[in-house]
């Protein structure tokens, strides 16, 4: 935008709203905006874009040689209006298109009438509209609002608009098509209608369609929509009472009610001695068969429609129960019940559809119909018959219909309304009179005024455009790449691209990746990468095939950017070479398609390490599925490609696979760099169905203990990222937490599968592979209290002066671990302990220290409860036994809301010593 | 049509080359390659020659196996044994007074076989001064001793991109007591760690943020290395090394940056992305005195993608230390990753390409780079004057060739120092060499060039040179990383 004109607008801005909105209620086109709202664009370029985008040829009738230069974006259908758009908005708009939604490419069609005539007419249209349809209303559900914020400011839809975060820019860009405030419009049931197949309303495909899920479409309209009612469609009730199974809740008054976002024990902070019942509707988007899944610790209950459907009462560690069902689709009351007595307290209600993955059942929970019929400052819209008699003959008089479909009754509504053709006009007047008296009001600015005479011009000369007739390709693709704003998210050679300010919304879960992991692919040359047939599906149905970059590419319909698939074929396809021919070979060949599933494995190109192969991952960064790659390239492409991936994309992370022209395997193939590439593609050909080449999938790798103690040093889930394993002949295993200190884990059997960390990068925590894990306490064993009621502390290890000292390796590897507390040694030996048949570890703790410590303790265990059963035995959460051997009794206390046994710990001379035996 | 004609001259010319007598890496530097017994996984992170004349290979599996003759020709005969296991993906080891110490990624570890079975017994944790928090990226590369009996350790930061925990993006210094003494910020994602011939320590690091292309640095104590994320953790050092550095300001110039903040130490040379390689690693230095070749005191840096072995000699200019790259050696069986040169002029390459593909094959290898004794003809170093360049090569140049300036050409270009990650070349420009002119010994050249551009890499291509014997360069390229001029 020149200086000169910023400076108007903010001249504008002072003058006062009145004159503002004639200035800033242009029309707004993207592409007229970004590439012809300055001083470079051309003029007679920019002209027929507006022409076609303000669907000016509705009107006055084109010649058909302007086809290709004016692409006509077509008006709304508005044969269901009615359900979708709130009456009372549809009066503001037609009375003043510009004023109530900035930037629109609606005309005012009532501008020259005198304003009582005006309102008539408006009012009149909006009862016929209203007869298309009964708006309906739901509240916007509050789950539903995070989901669909992050949906919008993710999937693409910033390309075209603004975000709408609280620290986002107040001022919108200049080719951003503004948003406004859509409740005004819309209700949560029109918008979400809207926005599952927006090629519905709006055919010309500028709002492209972006193959939303339904919910998906629900929680983007909830998110725009939410400053109107919101409800999270459950509610709560907490009740508190001690009880061994279910309580009949019909007999209970709750403590506490209120809005739940979940299934989820979080609604209230008590751990122990508490019930909750949770109510609400689900939706069910499609019937059949269904399974549902609720798991608990403790008890709980589903209910659905009234009827239990699944019981998983009692008092129990966490336990899931299922149970399929049919269920029919639309609203079901649903009802879940579920207590704590004490200990953990875990609550989780899932179901999974037919081919589809788990989900967690409050993603299908639907809101309640609001309570108010239509924005409340404005009562309901009652239609009169007689106003929409009228209306529907304004409706065909004014010109409406020569813009919008609208059938009524099966039948298509015809403008009586006739206006010259585009080879009549003179390029002034008319439309672009300053204030027109009879013909529609665009609120055109300057230069759209002069482009459009411009191209005007340019059409009826004289002298007339020599070229008028096929727009060459060339010209043919960068328009419609800028109709269709393509270059939001694209790049062609010189033109287009993601604009500055909205390069940081583009992003990708693999940051790695860079750019090229979240900025849509370059269009250079894509006609020559692509496969036609492919660029066809892309076209109608939309892609998602990169996995790591979250925006997709929407559905635009060949219908509006069909052309491009030959223009695009007839300007790159020339710049490949064909691909050498092979003398030899049936590419269906076994042992030629065997060569190349050899070459994309593990041990050769290693392919599978950056790319995805069907639904499997790779273990690196998750590349595009090489199954897709023969669907979607063109051989020859794919050829050239592999000897020089920079060539094509200039800063690609892909390595040359054959670098200088040579292969790397010479053995495979004759060491034939074309065999080799032709391979590949042969093999990848067979699609989903290839067979997994070498190296992606790999089985589990378990380390056994077979007759010494074996140690793994890794990230083990429940001990840390500093865990040490160990594993015993005996079958017993360990892992102790090298950054706190304290033994983490016990469990028996299986030692642990290394797999996670040995193939692929090694991400992630590994849990152990045995069976009868016992969690033991966190935190540090070993503290000073000022007293036995003091709690104890919380800190790390090292900020409480703890020092890890390592470990030695003694009778068959088992270790003996060293630490020390300040002045204080500590040798910590666990080991299996007993005979053939029945092992329990046995952990011997020997403390060393010149000076006496005063008020020491061990911590042996912290749990929900402790029972001592005599002879220094404990019985510990009711499930295993902990045995002390001490020259201390030691003692059961309460601390935030556990019990915890303390050893006090008293030196005999420099020494102290304690046994720890685990029985399970 | 006259071009045509020259044109078709000069292909008949190079294919003539070509034929028969090209110059080739294995002449001159035999790549002898370990057969690898099935039962041991050697993704080698740690390579160590022990007092005994072992050789010692920490693992990404966190195993140490011992080679009985390292130097057995051909490696057939030879024995690997484990001696330690369990670790943690050790990425560093040094022998000193009895013990091994290793880096592994949670702590300094030091290691000893007390009981004399051939297995380690004894494991002492000589500094746990870092935190890791469960995310595979926070890689620790240890270094070997230095003159003080330091070990240093560069840190990967969080997922490669940010600090999640203590020290995650430094490099710290581990005293023989076990004592953290923090050296420098601004690390990323380091590949490897090793000092030149006067002991200067230099790490490299990888493209992604804040790094446009892969680079060797240098650990200059109190410095920082360029990624700001590490920098939460001066006020943790007690003021070891200075208040924290000015953040820098992304979608700048290095040179334009470490105008504004003295403490940011340029890359002493880049590799440029993906020509010279895409994944540097491990650092050797040639302080052999002459066994390993004609390269003393010169560095060579592994590249785990290209499967590489590059050639640095670097020189220092108004203090800082800068130079130029040349590929060395191609071929390592795997993803070339740890490096270590011996007193006898062996350098071995560990690879694994777990996680990160290579263009070496294996999923792990062990090889030995060894000279023929046959000097290749190379150019040997690459000095910046302020007009230009001096060019020293290992043999004698045909002063026909060397003097045209038409046997060069040169491009100069750098990278966006941003938040973003890596970077294109940008800022290219086609400098003019307007004088060759060979030294009376035959030994060097001197380009007077018009004009070099400061902050930039210089690629130069002397597709044309000749040796006296009219050979070609073996590698007729270099990229030298002119981050200050001479005076």
């Known amino acids: ?169 107040k001022d919108p860009l200049p080719t951003s098509i503004p948003i406004g405030t859509p409740s005004r419009k819309f209700t949560v049931p029109g918008l979400t209608q809207f926005l599952a197949d927006p090629l519905a309303v709006r055919p010309g495909g500028r709002m492209p369609h972006l193959n939303l899920e339904p919910q998906d479409a629900r929680d983007i309209a909830s998110f725009l929509l939410k400053d109107l009612d919101i409800s999270s469609g459950l509610q709560f009730a907490l009740y508190e009472g001690s009880w061994d199974k279910l309580p009949d ?184 009179a300053e204030s027109p008296a009879k013909t529609p009001f665009y609120a055109l600015n300057a230069k759209q005024k002069q482009s459009i005479t411009a191209a005007i011009a340019g059409i009826n000369g004289p002298p007339r455009k020599p070229q008028v007739g096929r727009l060459a390709s060339e010209e043919l693709i960068s328009q419609n790449l800028v109709r269709f704003n393509c270059v939001a998210c694209h790049t062609r050679g010189e033109l287009g691209g993601v ?64 052309s491009l698939v030959t223009a695009l074929d007839e300007v790159d396809k020339g710049s490949l070479k064909p691909i050498p021919r092979l003398d030899v070979v049936d590419e269906n060949d076994k042992k030629f398609k065997a060569a190349g599933r050899r070459l994309v494995g593990g041990q050769a190109f290693g392919c599978i390490k950056c790319h995805t192969f069907a639904d499997k991952k790779s273990t690196g960064i998750q590349a595009l599925s090489l199954t897709t790659m023969t669907k979607r390239l063109r051989p020859e492409w794919f050829h050239h490609y592999m000897q020089n991936p920079l060539a094509f994309r200039p800063g690609t992370r892909m390595p040359n696979v054959f670098p200088d022209g040579q292969t790397t395997l010479p053995k495979i193939l004759d060491g034939s760099v074309d065999k080799q590439d032709r391979s590949m593609w042969a093999y990848l050909s067979d699609g989903d169905k290839a067979i997994l080449p070498v190296g992606l999938v790999t089985g589990a790798i378990e380390l056994i203990a077979y007759d010494e103690a074996i140690m793994y040093r890794n990230f083990i889930e429940g001990a840390g990222p500093r865990a040490i394993g160990v594993g015993y002949p005996e079958k017993l295993n360990l892992a102790f937490d090298a950054n706190n200190l304290r ?160 050893v006090p710990v008293v030196f005999e001379g420099k020494g102290a010593r304690i046994t720890q035996e685990f029985e399970w | 049509m006259i071009r045509a004609t020259l044109l078709f001259v000069a292909l008949l010319f190079v294919s003539s080359i070509a034929v028969g007598q090209a110059p080739k890496e294995e002449d001159y530097y035999k790549l002898v390659e370990f057969p690898i017994p099935e039962y041991v996984n050697l993704e080698a992170g740690g390579l160590e020659l022990l007092k005994s004349g072992k050789l010692a290979i920490s693992t990404r599996r966190g195993d140490i196996f011992v080679v009985d003759k390292p130097f057995a020709v051909p490696p057939t005969d030879v024995e690997f044994t484990k001696f330690a296991g369990g670790l943690h993906e050790v990425l560093g080891l040094a022998e000193k007074d009895g013990w091994l110490y290793c880096t592994q990624r949670c702590e300094v570890t030091r290691m000893k076989d007390v009981d004399n079975d051939g297995r380690a017994d004894l494991f002492e944790n000589v500094s746990d001064g870092w935190e890791i928090t469960g995310d595979y990226h926070e890689y620790a590369f240890g270094s070997s001793f230095d003159k003080d009996g330091n070990i240093w350790v560069v840190l990967c930061l969080t997922g490669s991109f940010t600090s999640e925990q203590k020290y995650r993006g430094w490099c710290l210094r581990i005293s023989p007591d076990g004592k953290v003494i923090p050296t420098c910020s601004g690390i990323r994602s380091p590949g490897g760690i090793g000092a030149n011939a006067v002991g200067d320590m230099f790490y490299t690091d990888n493209q992604g943020p804040w790094n446009g292309a892969c680079s060797l640095k240098w650990l200059k104590p109190g410095s ?105 050696r191609q071929g390592c069986g795997s993803g070339a990753l740890s490096l270590l040169m011996t007193k006898d002029g062996s350098m071995f390459v560990g690879g694994t390409n777990r996680g990160w593909g290579s263009r070496g094959s294996k999923p792990y290898s062990l090889d030995r780079l060894v000279w023929t004794g046959k000097t290749p003809f190379e150019v040997h170093e690459m000095h910046a004057k302020k007009d230009g360049f001096e060019l020293t090569f290992t043999q004698k140049v045909d002063s026909a060739t060397a003097a045209d300036p038409k046997s060069y050409s040169l491009s100069t270009y750098t990278y966006i120092y941003q938040a973003d990650y890596g970077s294109p070349e940008v800022d290219a420009t086609k400098p003019t060499i307007t004088k060759a002119e060979v030294a009376p010994d035959g030994m060097s050249v001197r380009l007077t060039i018009d004009k070099l551009q400061e902050g930039h890499v210089h690629e130069l291509h002397l597709d044309g040179i000749r040796s006296t014997d009219k050979q070609p360069l073996l590698h007729p390229a270099a990229y030298y990383t002119l981050n200050y001029l001479p005076e």
């Open chain 1, 249 to 432: 809740f019909s007999k209970l008054t709750p403590k506490e009610v209120g809005e739940a976002g979940g299934f989820d024990v979080g609604v209230t902070k008590k751990t122990d001695n508490f019930a909750l019942r949770f109510d609400g509707h689900i939706n069910i988007p499609k019937g059949g068969n269904y399974l549902f899944l609720i798991g608990s610790d403790d008890g709980s209950r589903l209910f659905i429609d009234g009827k239990l459907v699944i019981d998983n009462d009692g008092v129990h560690p966490f336990q899931q129960k299922r149970k399929q069902m049919q269920i029919t689709a639309g609203l079901h009351a649903v009802a879940v019940e579920y207590f704590e007595a004490g200990g953990q307290e875990t609550l989780q209600v899932e179901y999974q559809a037919e081919g589809q993955p788990q989900q967690k059942l409050e993603t299908l929970i639907a809101a309640p119909p609001s309570k108010k019929p239509d924005k409340p400052e404005e009562g309901a819209f009652v239609v009169s018959n007689d106003l929409a008699a009228k209306g529907k003959e304004y409706f065909t008089t004014l010109g409406c219909a020569s813009c919008h479909n609208l059938k009524k009754d099966g039948q298509q509504l015809v403008s009586k309304l006739t206006a010259p053709a585009i080879a009549q006009l003179k390029g002034n007047g008319g439309c672009l």
């Open chain 1, 499 to 562: 604009e500055e300010a909205r390069n940081p919304h583009f992003k990708s879960d693999m940051p790695e990746m860079g750019d090229e992991g979240r900025l849509p692919p370059p269009l250079a040359g894509v006609g020559a990468k692509l496969r036609p047939e492919w660029m066809q599906t892309v076209f109608n149905e939309g892609a998602k095939d990169r996995p790591y970059m979250f925006t997709r590419m929407p559905k635009f319909g060949t219908a509006n950017v069909g």
């Open chain 1, 1 to 169: 935008m020149p200086a000169k004109f910023l400076l108007a607008c903010l001249v504008l801005v002072i003058a006062g709203p009145a004159t503002l909105q004639a200035a800033d209620a242009h029309p707004r086109v993207i592409g007229f905006e970004r590439f012809h709202s300055g001083e470079k664009g051309d003029a007679v370029v920019g002209g027929q874009l507006l022409l076609g985008e303000l669907n000016c040829t509705s009107c006055h009738a084109a010649d058909k040689s302007l086809d290709s230069y004016i692409q006509k974006k077509q008006a709304p259908v508005l044969d269901s209006v009615g359900s979708r758009v709130r009456s009372n908005y549809l009066l503001k708009f037609l009375a003043d298109p510009q004023v109530t939604k900035p930037g629109t490419t609606m005309p005012n069609v009532l501008a020259g009438l005198p304003e009582a005539e005006r309102k008539e007419k408006a009012e009149a249209i909006v009862h016929f509209l209203a007869t298309t349809g009964t708006i309906a209303e739901s509240a916007a559900l509050r789950q539903s609002v995070n989901r669909g914020d992050n949906l919008y400011h993710h999937i693409g839809c910033l390309a075209c608009h603004d975000p709408r975060k609280e620290d986002s820019p």
């Open chain 2, 224 to 328: 920082f290395q360029g990624h700001p994320g590490g920098n939460r953790w001066y006020e943790m050092t007690g003021g070891a090394i200075g208040a924290r550095p000015k953040d820098p300001l992304s979608k700048s110039r290095m040179m334009v940056e470490t105008k504004k903040i003295p403490e940011l130490e340029p890359p002493a040379c880049y590799f440029p992305y993906p020509k010279m390689g895409q994944s540097a690693a491990g650092i050797a230095c040639d302080t052999t005195g002459g066994k390993f070749g004609p390269f003393k005191d010169q560095l060579f840096v592994a590249d785990q993608a290209h499967s590489t072995v590059m050639r640095v000699a670097l020189e220092k200019v108004k203090g800082h230390y800068q130079g130029a790259c040349f590929p060395f």
């Open chain 1, 743 to 902: 033994l983490a884990m016990i469990w028996q059997g299986a030692f642990i599968d290394a797999a996670r960390h040995w193939e692929g990068r090694g991400a992630g925590f590994q849990p152990p592979l045995g069976d009868n894990v016992i969690k033991l306490t966190d935190g540090v064993s070993f503290a000073a209290l000022e007293n036995d009621k003091a709690p104890w502390p919380g800190a790390t290890a090292k900020e409480q002066g703890y020092r890890f000292g390592g470990y030695s390796l003694g009778e068959k590897r088992s270790p003996t671990f060293t630490y020390s507390l300040g002045d204080i040694k500590i040798t910590d030996y666990p080991a299996p302990y007993g005979d053939a048949d029945v092992y329990v570890f046995r952990r011997t703790l020997s403390l060393a220290s010149e000076k006496p410590v005063p008020n020491f303790y061990f911590r042996a265990a912290a749990a929900g409860k402790i029972e001592e059963l005599g002879g220094g035995s404990y019985k510990i959460d009711g499930q295993w036994t902990m045995k002390i051997g001490s020259n201390q009794k030691p003692l059961v206390r309460e601390n935030s809301g556990k019990q915890e046994l303390l």
